[in-house]
């Protein structure tokens, strides 16, 4: 079992910057990918952006150059900075740890941007 805590987010004014953390303890896998997913008011979740244990990133289109994900591998930690924060960016942002055989969410944690 992996459990993850989430922190970081809150309310925000449009264009402004939010960091967001998610530390993993437990079971945790030494190869894994960790990444941030999100969801919207009547949306489906959606990959923000995540990061293999070997430092590959993967961002999604809407938050290239915006949003930076990286990792702390010695704390089993992820980060999300989001800057230039706009308010189509507000959900409901999820942590997720997965192996070869797992996966794991966090609680989520909400961010919301205001015009």
């Known amino acids: 079992q992996v459990h993850l805590v989430e922190s970081g987010g809150g309310l925000v004014q449009a264009g402004g910057s939010l960091r967001l953390s998610c530390a993993a303890s437990?079971?945790?896998?030494?190869?894994?990918?960790m990444g941030w997913y999100r969801q919207a008011p009547g949306k489906q979740r959606e990959l923000v952006a995540d990061?293999?244990?070997?430092?590959?990133?993967t961002y999604a289109d809407s938050v290239r150059g915006r949003f930076t994900i990286s990792r702390d591998n010695a704390k089993n930690t992820v980060y999300l900075q989001m800057n230039s924060l706009k308010p189509e960016d507000t959900a409901v942002y999820y942590c997720?740890?997965?192996?070869?055989?797992?996966?794991?969410w966090g609680q989520g944690t909400q961010v919301t941007v205001s015009s």
């Open positions: 437990g079971r945790v896998f030494s190869i894994n990918v």
């Open positions: 997720n740890h997965r192996s070869i055989v797992t996966s794991y």
């Open positions: 990061i293999t244990s070997g430092g590959t990133t």
